[in-house]
């Protein structure tokens, strides 16, 4: 039941949380385009998404839709463990 | 056959009034005639296809024709792709690539046939080709980008490729960057300047902003187009213009976000209702946005909004179909998924159901899935399947089921039976099995019948279908069955499908007929899988398969020849390709090929070779695209069989070789394989080696059991073992091949293979001849000959040689010699170059030629001849000219060499 964050085989399916990390204020609303993820703006004025993603696939499917809107990408930061915390702390 | 095609993708897309010139890029633009591959790799809104159709409009191609193709997602089909690409060639070079396109046509499409065709094609072109492929970066099939690749790995120099793409292609760059063949104009240089934001908002635009508003627009946007594009939308119309930039400038939001949003709220509510509900469609018509909206604007609001230059793409001239630029369609999406999620799966039902009706299946079915509704999605594939079936797209129905979850295909028996025909005809027998028996469990009632009604908790929307499915269930059993070589089992569900299928079902009845037929020869049961076969023939023509009646009759055909019966065989073939046959009008009916590869098949058993030549020279014509999946294969086995007759043993081996190498069974049993072929050419060419390590490898001996699928091997065996008695001189040797032979003959009389007995009886003889049992051979010879003269055989004996030869010699001597005898030595005795001039000289030499020759071949001189014949000794000379000519000889004693060996005058020289 350990969550390993690294080493892990690529066949493993359990869903990964990602934070990602984009230039640029994108309004709350585009949440449901990203599959429900929640979006946070920062002061930074980068916006981070933040989520479940099921798979390798899934994720690079995130990246085109990222692509396809012309946002630019920052950063891309697995966030593992926080699975549970973010569930009990995530009103939304 | 794909479906409709869509002409708005290929055509080039016309330049918008008001852009700005960039004359920077044109310059860079202009190295693609020295480049192998230009890609423009940038996000989207970045003017890659404005700067693309501006370019070519201003003719800077240089006067290559150019073609364009804009891709979508359905594009990932390799055999999509490629008629997309090969119609947009055509509409540059008309009548380029028809080849390509008939081979396409095919199911499944040969893809690496069609990149070699298109290549060839191209190499022969006379003017330069430029292809753009606009919007690449939707092609993810890795078999696409292949094709690619093959195709820059062997480019002619004139085809010049352009590839407009969001993200850089798997292709290979790198390589192509090093050796200095690859333009690239990226985001960076794609970028609106300072200068051209300028010439944009103050040209077109008329915005009449001041240097510090475009700098502060320009730096915000960074040059992107589309911000820049709905910036100056934003602005259109305003008072406080340097407010609404001041504002926006030292905003963080996502640009498109902000702007798109200005645009949206100046919108009046019926228009912004219109944009969010018509973002769920890929493609914009009146009538269809009516039924997503249930408005009657949808003409007039899209003509408006083009006019408004909201982010509308005419897709044609008529203005008939429109997209939104890609960019603005996001965020309407986005904006209707916040607002009102609960009515997305509404507006794809209704897309869905008008395009139902408007006839696009395909797209009915995307939208039904986009929306959720499997069940319809389902439902839309079970309704168009037999269409689909019926124009042989096959492959697009495969893709669909195979989109489906599992367990809508566990509810839906018709659905699940189809699929596991795609299976079944991709090779993919993993889950076959179990499939048929989860589909057949979930109908059959609690006493094992089969249930009139479709039972309630199953869903069938084909009722015609569901008729037929135990049937169906039984053939793909049998499939599965031959699949893993279960003759029996084969033969048993077979029959069973036969006895199953529904009178009116003629498609399931050919199946099944042609499974049992496949599985009755495969045992060398011939009578049986000539009945199954004709049977399966009868059903395939009155379902109108006459593509597959061929398919067939190429089997009917080898059953007749193996049966030792050439003029049915010949005939079969010959019926097939009637105009006033089972398929009149439909020319060239793939398969055709096949029938001429087969009659130059029996033509050159009879020794006729110009006609298998002409026969193989009408296959060449008709092209590898028109044959069935065997044609490759068989057309070069025919061709190294006329090769060696014609006495080219080398152009026979490098034949066969190839022919090993595209060799496709195509299910049929393989009666004659190359390899063995290969091993009785080795044996002629005298390499006794080869053959050895060929019979080693095949683990052959004499000790076999003779069963028919190993005949042609062991025949081969024979032949090997008195090669071996010959170079070793080992009676064992001898007597392994007379114990092969006598078991041999005997399963082939028990079989009614007639060729097969000819064939031994020839070998015998040689075997009694070499054992120095003259009276043995003869009888054997004479057997032989009795049952290969009604039917015409010449080159079972003709392929033997010298020791053939002799043995005709002697038994020509007997008193009861027939006349084919005759024939057989003349063809033996000339093997080789000379049997190819004695089918082609023997008649063209006139009666006169033949009375000259005559005489050329005693003692006279030229005027004694002349005054024999009562000629002048011009007219001689012109005969003898004649006579050197078809003889293919230059001089008097050749000639009388030639026509000797050809048996044309008495041989009285030789002793």
Redesign the interface.
């Known amino acids: 039941m350990t969550d390993v964050p690294t080493g892990r085989t690529p066949n493993v399916p359990a869903p990964e949380r990602y934070e990602i990390r984009i230039t640029?204020?994108?309004?709350p609303?585009?949440?449901?385009?990203f599959d429900g993820m929640t979006l946070t703006?920062k002061d930074d004025?980068t916006?981070v998404i933040h989520g479940p993603v099921a798979d390798q696939s899934a994720l690079h499917g995130l990246f085109?839709k990222l692509?396809?809107?012309?946002?630019p990408l920052v950063s891309v930061t697995p966030t593992p463990g926080e699975a549970a915390a973010d569930h009990t702390a995530d009103p939304s | 056959m794909l479906g409709p095609l869509l002409s708005s993708k290929y055509r080039l897309p016309s330049p918008r009034p008001g852009s700005v010139p960039r004359q920077r890029l044109a310059e860079r633009l202009r190295a693609m005639s020295q480049s192998t591959l230009t890609i423009l790799s940038a996000?989207?809104?970045f003017g890659k296809t404005t700067l693309l159709t501006e370019w070519l409009a201003a003719g800077c191609a240089d006067g290559a024709a150019v073609a364009w193709l804009s891709l979508d997602r359905r594009d990932n089909d390799p055999a999509l792709f490629w008629t997309y690409v090969v119609t947009a060639l055509q509409t540059a070079v008309p009548g380029f690539g028809d080849a390509a396109l008939q081979l396409l046509a095919s199911s499944p499409p040969p893809i690496d046939a069609v990149l070699a065709t298109l290549l060839n094609d191209l190499d022969g072109l006379p003017t330069d080709l430029l292809l753009v492929l606009d919007d690449y970066h939707l092609v993810e099939t890795p078999e696409v980008h292949e094709g690619m690749t093959f195709i820059l790995e062997h480019q002619p120099p004139q085809l010049r490729l352009v590839l407009a793409t969001?993200?850089d292609p798997p292709l290979p760059l790198a390589q192509l960057r090093a050796r200095g063949r690859l333009v690239e104009v990226r985001a960076a240089d794609l970028r609106f300047t300072a200068e051209e934001a300028a010439a944009y908002l103050n040209g077109p635009m008329r915005l009449g902003l001041s240097d510090h508003d475009v700098a502060a627009l320009e730096a915000r946007t960074e040059g992107?187009i589309?911000?820049l594009q709905l910036a100056a939308l934003s602005l259109q119309g305003r008072e406080d213009v340097s407010v609404f930039i001041a504002g926006f400038a030292g905003?963080?939001?996502?640009?498109?976000?902000y702007l798109a949003e200005e645009v949206l709220a100046r919108q009046p509510a019926d228009v912004r209702e219109f944009l969010l509900q018509t973002s769920v469609l890929e493609r914009l018509t009146g009538p269809l946005c009516d039924a997503v909206t249930g408005r009657e604007d949808g003409k007039a609001t899209l003509v408006a909004l083009e006019r408004a230059n909201l982010f509308l793409v005419p897709l044609d001239d008529r203005r008939q179909w429109y997209r939104y630029h890609?960019?603005f369609a996001?965020v309407l999406?986005?904006?209707l998924?916040?607002?009102r999620?609960e009515q997305v799966a509404e507006l794809h039902r209704r897309a869905s159901e008008w395009f139902q009706a408007y006839g696009d299946t395909s797209q009915a079915i995307s939208h039904a899935q986009a929306g959720g509704d499997t069940g319809r999605a389902a439902d839309l594939m079970e309704i168009a399947m037999p269409v689909m079936r019926r124009e042989r797209r096959e492959a697009e129905l495969a893709r669909w089921m195979g989109a489906l979850p599992d367990e809508e295909l566990r509810t839906r028996p018709v659905l699940g039976v189809a699929f596991v025909g795609a299976l079944a005809q991709a090779s993919d027998f993993d889950t076959v099995g179990e499939r048929l028996d989860q589909i057949e469990a979930s109908l059959r009632s609690a006493d094992g019948t089969w249930p009139e009604q479709p039972p309630p908790h199953v869903i069938v929307v084909d009722q015609d279908n569901y008729r037929a499915l135990p049937a169906h269930i039984e053939m793909y059993r049998a499939a599965l069955a031959l699949a893993t070589a279960d003759l029996a089992g084969t033969i048993t569900h077979a029959r069973e499908a036969l006895s199953l299928a529904p009178q009116d079902e003629p498609l399931a009845r050919a199946a099944a007929g042609a499974l049992a037929g496949l599985a009755s020869w495969t045992t060398g049961d011939l009578p049986g899988a000539h009945a199954a076969y004709t049977e399966s023939i009868a059903g395939l023509t009155s379902a109108g398969f006459f593509a597959d009646v061929l398919g067939c009759t190429i089997t009917l055909g080898d059953i007749r020849r193996t049966q030792g019966q050439l003029t049915t065989a010949l005939r079969t073939y010959q019926q097939a390709l009637d105009p006033t046959g089972p398929a009149p009008g439909i020319e060239p009916l793939r398969g055709m090929a096949d029938m001429h590869v087969g009659m130059a098949g029996v033509l050159l058993e009879r020794n006729d070779l110009s006609a298998a030549r002409e026969h193989l020279a009408t296959n060449q014509r008709l092209g590898e695209h028109n044959g069935l999946p065997q044609n490759p294969y068989r057309s070069r086995v025919v061709k190294a069989r006329l090769r060696e007759a014609e006495g080219d043993l080398d152009d026979a081996l490098a034949l066969l070789n190839e022919a090993e190498r595209v060799y496709a069974g195509d299910y049929a049993p393989n009666v004659q394989p190359v390899p063995a072929m290969r091993a009785r050419l080795r044996l002629r060419r005298g390499e006794v080696a080869h053959a050895e390590e060929w019979a080693r490898e095949r683990q052959l001996s004499a000790g076999d059991e003779p069963t028919y699928l190993r005949e042609y091997e062991h025949l081969t065996l024979a032949r090997l073992l008195l090669a071996r008695h010959r170079l070793e001189r080992a009676p064992s040797a001898l007597e392994e091949a007379l114990r092969l032979l006598e078991a041999l003959l005997t399963a082939a009389e028990r079989g009614g293979r007639g060729a097969s007995v000819i064939e031994v009886l020839v070998l015998q003889a040689l075997a009694h001849e070499a054992g120095r049992n003259a009276p043995a051979a003869l009888a054997a010879l004479h057997r032989a000959v009795t049952l290969a003269q009604p039917e015409g055989y010449v080159r079972l004996f003709a392929d033997e040689g010298t020791p053939m030869a002799a043995l005709l010699k002697a038994l020509s001597k007997q008193p009861a010699a027939s006349t084919h005898v005759r024939r057989l030595l003349a063809a033996t005795t000339t093997a080789g170059t000379h049997a190819s001039i004695l089918s082609e000289l023997i008649d063209p030499l006139s009666e006169r030629e033949l009375d000259v020759l005559r005489l050329l071949g005693g003692d006279l001189d030229g005027p004694d001849i002349a005054r024999e014949l009562s000629v002048s000794l011009n007219t001689l000379r012109t005969h003898t000219k004649s006579i050197y000519a078809k003889l293919g000889v230059s001089s008097r004693r050749a000639a009388v060499r030639q026509a000797r060996d050809l048996n044309l005058i008495p041989g009285q020289r030789h002793s």
């Open positions: 640029g204020h994108l309004a609303r585009w949440a449901n385009w703006q004025g916006t085109r692509s396809d809107l012309g946002l | 996000p989207a809104g969001r993200a992107w589309a911000a905003d963080d939001r996502y640009i498109v976000d890609h960019l996001d999406h986005a904006h998924l916040d607002e999620p």
